[in-house]
């Protein structure tokens, strides 16, 4: 129905800087939001950033806010995930997601993994000195 592709993951030094793509094809039309997820090896996946499609609303995962900005091209259905200030505790394979059923919410924006339907294969972005 939906396919994604992630781009952008390599290697940082801590503090610096790396920018994450995801592009979203196929049945994308009733698309609700898009987010950011990430997973490090014997962890749970955890939630990094989403935004809402209709006015742009974004939520942030405390560990990221202030140092992370998740934006979208409506007309591409894609997003970006600006990473600032790296950590090492960032280091992570990152997974795009798209929230695309059920009923329209204004506003609403999702931060439980099942509630998203479609998944991309996953980046990976690395922050070691």
């Known amino acids: 129905q939906v396919q994604l592709v992630e781009s952008g993951g390599g290697l940082a030094q801590p503090g610096g800087s790396l920018r994450l793509s995801c592009v979203a094809s196929g049945r994308t039309l009733n698309t609700l939001a898009m987010a950011w997820f990430r997973q490090a090896p014997g962890r749970e996946r955890e939630f990094v950033a989403a935004?809402?499609?209709?006015?742009?609303?974004?939520q942030y995962a405390a560990s990221v806010s202030g140092r992370f900005t998740i934006s979208r091209d409506n007309a591409k259905t894609s997003i970006d995930l600006q990473m600032n200030s790296l950590k090492p505790e960032d280091t992570a394979v990152y997974y795009c997601?798209?929230?695309?059923?059920?009923?329209?919410?204004?506003?609403?924006?999702?931060?439980?993994?099942?509630?998203?339907?479609?998944w991309g294969q996953g980046t990976q972005v690395t922050v070691s000195s």
């Open positions: 997601a798209i929230d695309n059923q059920g009923a329209l919410q204004v506003g609403l924006v999702h931060r439980e993994w099942h509630e998203y339907e479609s």
């Open positions: 935004i809402g499609w209709s006015l742009g609303n974004k």
